[in-house]
């Protein structure tokens, strides 16, 4: 895998905090679109509102003429071209972004998926199949000069068409597909999910692992590994086995990715633990952002700004780019600069290949290989103990990420703190029964437009008051999957609220978002590096899922009224006793 040897030759390095300026490699090879003068004077120079525009721009000419033509530009001007003849530069040398793809249609889809019948209230229905013809829009195919000069393109060229979030990512991204590729099987469009899973597993076999997203300035971090949760809800659908028998040691060589590269020991009670964390070691801005990066670094003294840097890339590896989840214990708890991911041991990410895990030994049984099969169990258990042993917490009645430097468990609330019910990698059924305490205990069912993403407002995008579509899914699934058929009645609550959200904002704006402010009756989000985008790849989905598990029940009508903890419980006590009733 390119930048390996960089990587585990550095690892000891950065864990020793020797920060010297050129310790870390940069985020890829390429001199424009991931480190650089050129890059460097371009992104400072701020020639566009969102530094993502630059770094999706295909070159007109080779980059070795970009290159030469540029050097001689900042020799004559002293290193410091001026904005004007910079952005003359860049508009002969550079096309415009998104000229890469093309718009493309599924052929896989079809008017009238099955699971829109399921759903009672007209309205909603509707508003279903409205969703169902947005993956037409959000359809993206590539050129085939893509392929035939990759040089030329920040984007990774891939064989298959695929489903984008929208907006301004007109890529795809990693855990994003997951809940896009659940929203496309319900619209019955396997083919196309078989397609964008092909691309992923073409991606490990070339990398070593899936990249955050497909542009070459994200190669080197990932995102949450959901491959092979993609790859079970596939083969639900289409019993496929024959592509799983072809994929499985790809599927395979993704969570070694993991076990080599982002595991970490954690003693506890005499008893010392492996788990995951997220973790980039790799230098220099990231170039999607970069200037605010270098002017973030230029606030701390000059030694720590590459740890910032690699922080950062964890912070983005991690999906929740960025939340006060990776600011605890830091000098000043409100600042980005605060930013210490990789000292984290997050649960959700341990949930997720904990399942991973799971599947594996069952996909493996299902081949007849049994001895694998055994391998992935006993991985299984001793992650489910770790998770037991170091985020588990008894009293609170929840899972919480483990503070590595401080030795210490983060008590504040996040959804993800419940992933392994949704993971189902837990050990006590009665854990799901102190869960549905502990979100009550946090007030978190007060909230009538869906679960926030944190109680801390930093301005963040992964904070408090947005609300995004994944993290309801972890919750209401988590809890739905529960014995308790009061865990049941929350979990639908929960799905309304939510739904209702997504309905009201739609009818208002005729839009999806990437995420939703639930503190003024349900809005588009805020905060963070960028405006609030429409598309939206996993809105849609989560939508479509809640639809498709609910659609019976789920009414488009007005907002119920908040649903304080006591009065939650007097809600569910009439379905609760109907429950208990013999059948």
């Avoid at 991931?34 to 000419?61: I, N, R, T």
């Avoid at 991606?203 to 590994?225: D, E, M």
């Avoid at 990698?425 to 009665?430: E, M, T, V």
Wanted: aromatic fraction near 12%.
């Amino acid at each position: 895998m390119p930048g390996r040897t960089w990587e585990l030759g550095l690892l000891l390095l950065l864990e020793l905090g020797l920060r010297s300026q050129e310790a870390l490699p940069p985020p890829c090879e390429s001199e424009i679109y991931c480190h650089g003068e050129l890059l460097h004077q371009v992104q400072m120079a701020k020639l566009y509102q969102d530094d993502k525009q630059f770094v999706d721009m295909p070159l007109s000419v080779a980059p070795e003429q970009v290159l030469q033509t540029f050097t001689e530009l900042s020799r004559i001007h002293n290193h410091s071209i001026p904005r004007e003849q910079l952005q003359a530069f860049v508009q002969e040398h550079f096309r415009a972004k998104g000229q890469e793809l093309q718009p493309w249609t599924p052929a896989d889809w079809k008017d009238s998926p099955q699971f829109l019948q399921k759903i009672s209230d007209g309205k909603l229905r509707a508003w279903a199949g409205q969703l169902h013809q947005l993956w037409k829009k959000l359809g993206k195919k590539m050129k085939p000069e893509v392929l035939s000069h990759p040089e030329r393109f920040s984007l990774i060229y891939s064989d298959h068409p695929f489903i984008v979030p929208g907006g301004r990512f007109v890529e795809f991204y990693y855990w994003d597909s997951y809940w896009v590729m659940e929203g496309l099987l319900l619209s019955e469009m396997a083919e196309t999910v078989k397609g964008m899973l092909q691309n992923f597993l073409d991606l490990v076999k070339t990398y070593g692992h899936i990249p955050n997203g497909g542009r070459v300035y994200y190669l080197q971090r990932s995102q949450p590994p959901l491959l092979t949760l993609m790859m079970d809800r596939y083969l639900t659908h289409t019993n496929d086995t024959t592509f799983l028998q072809e994929n499985i040691e790809t599927l395979a060589l993704e969570l070694d990715f993991w076990t080599k590269n982002r595991t970490v020991s954690v003693s506890v009670g005499g008893k010392t633990y492996l788990l995951n964390r997220y973790y980039v070691p790799y230098g220099g801005p990231r170039p999607e952002s970069y200037s605010k990066d270098a002017e973030l670094a230029n606030t701390l003294p000059e030694g720590d700004r590459e740890a910032l840097w690699a922080e950062l890339k964890a912070g983005a590896e991690s999906g929740w780019d960025f939340s006060s989840r990776w600011l605890i214990g830091g000098p000043n708890p409100n600042s980005l600069s605060s930013i210490r991911t990789s000292k984290l041991v997050p649960v959700d990410l341990n949930a997720f290949l904990c399942q991973a895990e799971e599947l594996m030994s069952n996909f493996y049984s299902r081949l007849g290989n049994e001895s694998q099969a055994m391998k992935y169990r006993t991985l299984r258990a001793q992650h489910l103990a770790a998770l037991n042993a170091v985020l588990w917490d008894e009293e609170a009645g929840a899972w919480f990420d483990y503070d590595l430097e401080n030795k210490k468990k983060n008590g504040e609330f996040y959804p993800s703190n419940l992933t392994p019910l949704w993971a189902g990698c837990f050990s006590d059924p009665g854990m799901a029964d102190k869960a549905l305490k502990y979100l009550e205990d946090s007030q978190i069912l007060t909230y009538q437009y869906g679960i926030p993403t944190s109680l801390q407002k930093t301005g963040q995008q992964w904070d408090f008051p947005n609300a995004w579509a994944p993290l309801q899914d972890l919750v209401i699934r988590g809890l739905a999957k529960a014995a308790l058929p009061r865990a049941q009645e929350v979990a639908f609550q929960l799905a309304q609220n939510w739904i209702r959200t997504n309905f009201d904002v739609y009818s208002r704006k005729s839009a999806m978002y990437e995420k939703y402010d639930i503190s003024n009756g349900g809005q588009p989000g805020g905060g963070g590096e960028y405006e609030v985008q429409e598309g939206f790849g996993w809105t849609n989905g989560v939508v479509l899922m809640l639809l498709d598990r609910y659609g019976d029940r789920l009414t488009s009508g007005a907002q119920l009224a908040f649903l304080e903890p006591h009065c939650l419980a007097a809600t569910l006590l009439p379905s609760l006793l109907l429950s208990l009733l013999p059948r």
